[in-house]
């Protein structure tokens, strides 16, 4: 994270922030949606992993106005996430900016022959529906009135299915070695993508499905990253967590390959019960984003039980065919 900002500027924006009408705070106006967890006791606090220090909201802002990049790591199912992306672009506007959002979840080859500025929004409901299906968009609904409210610029940063399948095939056996080369990803960061690929698949991805994940996700974030370089700055990312990873996704790419260094990793982070400390969110990714946000927890069920559930009913299914 570079362009720290300073506590004089931290001071002042909180004093400027008082008259800005900044939304309250989620934890004291019980405002979470996310069902699970609202009281635990890191809900609504901010860490900021470079100080190790907890920081205010309004500390916060005051930092995303330092950076041209502002990378929101999310939980796709996760309602609160969505509200607090949202309220980051009222607050980037309230501070007379006009931010360009990015989005993982709109894919290019759908999306080349779309507006980049909307004013309805039920006809940008509709379009993301149709045109991006399989993303949870009604969670998605503050952003996108936000998008449309402020008149702000939307991008889609992914690359579609059969275009990523496509490249894939071209580059061939050296398809993920030679993105890891270009983009200066070292070797440790590479193997740390495949074992979080891994842990993420519960262990039930073989080596060569592995691979290829490792291959889609950094294919995908040389366009994420192209998406946002092409834009006027300041530009918000809205993307899953992975996508934001300091250590192997998109912020390397801009340091690397586009000597891009005024940018913010904010991992948004549902709580876990046993895990009350922000050192229990670190262990393994110490240096993976530069801070975390925590919020409460869409599900309550442990994902490998359900993935696992999903894999049973998959079985059975086919044996009955």
């Known amino acids: 994270m570079t ?108 999306w080349q022959d779309q507006p980049a500025y909307w004013s309805d929004l039920g006809l940008l409901q509709q379009a993301v529906e149709t045109r991006n299906a399989g993303w949870p968009w009604k969670l998605y609904a503050p952003v996108l009135r936000a998008v449309v409210r402020h008149g702000l610029e939307l ?62 996700q950094l294919h995908r974030d040389r366009v994420i990253t192209q998406a946002l370089v092409d834009s006027l700055p300041p530009v918000v990312l809205l993307a899953g967590r992975g996508h934001v990873r300091t250590d192997y996704a998109v912020p390397m790419h801009l340091r690397n390959i586009y000597r891009r260094a005024s940018y913010l990793s904010v991992a948004l982070i549902p709580v876990k019960p046993e895990a009350l400390r922000p050192e229990d969110y670190l262990r393994g990714v110490q240096e993976a984003f530069d801070i975390l946000y925590f919020t409460p927890s869409h599900t309550d069920q442990d994902p490998c039980i359900e993935f696992e559930a999903q894999l049973k009913r998959l079985g059975q299914r086919e044996a009955s065919e």
């Open 3 to 110: 362009a720290r900002f300073s506590r004089f500027h931290a001071l002042a924006w909180a004093l400027l922030g008082c008259g800005l009408g900044l939304l309250q705070d989620p934890a004291a106006a019980s405002n979470w949606q996310a069902p699970f967890y609202q009281g635990h006791v890191l809900t609504g606090k901010i860490w900021d992993t470079g100080q190790s220090a907890w920081i205010s909201k309004e500390q916060l802002f005051a930092e995303l106005l330092q950076h041209e990049y502002i990378l929101l790591g999310e939980v796709h199912d996760n309602p609160d996430h969505h509200l607090l992306q949202a309220e980051v672009l009222d607050q980037l506007v309230q501070a007379g900016e006009r931010p360009v959002v990015v989005m993982e979840m709109l894919a290019q080859g759908t």
């Open 155 to 216: 991008v889609a940063g992914n690359i579609g299915s059969e275009a990523l399948h496509a490249a894939s095939e071209k580059a061939g056996a050296n398809w993920v070695r030679g993105i890891a080369t270009r983009s200066g990803i070292p070797v440790h960061s590479l193997q740390q993508l495949k074992d979080d690929i891994a842990e993420s698949h519960c262990g039930y991805a073989h080596s060569g499905h592995v691979q290829f994940m490792a291959g889609a």
